[in-house]
């Protein structure tokens, strides 16, 4: 069986290479753990079914949001991108980070498998696995030490 301590070190590893070899962003654990997504924000979701059961979420503000778009299709942060590109691009860092998670946990179970990603738009939005009890590890990231945001992982199940 996996222990939370080591999906914390898994999902944070995984954002960081999703995020410095596709992105070309640093991602660093945020070392206040009271600073929060504020304001609008995007909610890109994957879910996961097999051994585990649950989904991975990436949450972020809508400048954040905005600036991940920029760098994914290799334009300019003052340019203007469509909201469509801006949920794509998250739901795409969603799927990214999901794929880098599930080749790190394969050595545990490659009876995994991947759903599309969804991706919402809100304010204080979050995700569940519905009735039950789920496993949640939460990792507050700062992204180019200017955007907060949030990886978590919801799951269910033992190895």
């Not at 469509?84 to 498998?113: C, F, P, Q, T």
Request: aromatic share 8%.
């Amino acid at each position: 069986m996996i222990e939370q301590i080591c999906f914390n070190e898994i999902l944070l590893g995984s954002a960081k290479e999703v995020f410095e070899t596709m992105i070309f962003m640093d991602v660093e654990e945020c070392s206040d753990s009271d600073q929060k997504v504020e304001g609008d924000s995007i909610l890109g979701s994957i879910t996961f079914k097999g051994d585990i059961n649950g989904c991975l979420v990436i949450c972020c503000n809508q400048t954040c949001a905005k600036i991940i778009a920029a760098n994914m299709l290799g334009m300019d942060a003052e340019d203007t991108i469509n909201k469509e590109d801006i949920y794509d691009a998250i739901g795409e860092v969603a799927n990214m980070v999901m794929g880098s998670l599930k080749s790190r946990i394969h050595k545990y179970s490659d009876n995994i498998y991947v759903s599309i990603p969804i991706v919402i738009n809100g304010k204080e939005i979050e995700t569940n696995l519905g009735e039950g009890t789920a496993q949640k590890v939460s990792i507050k990231v700062m992204i180019d030490s200017e955007y907060i945001a949030e990886f978590y992982l919801l799951y269910k199940g033992d190895f």
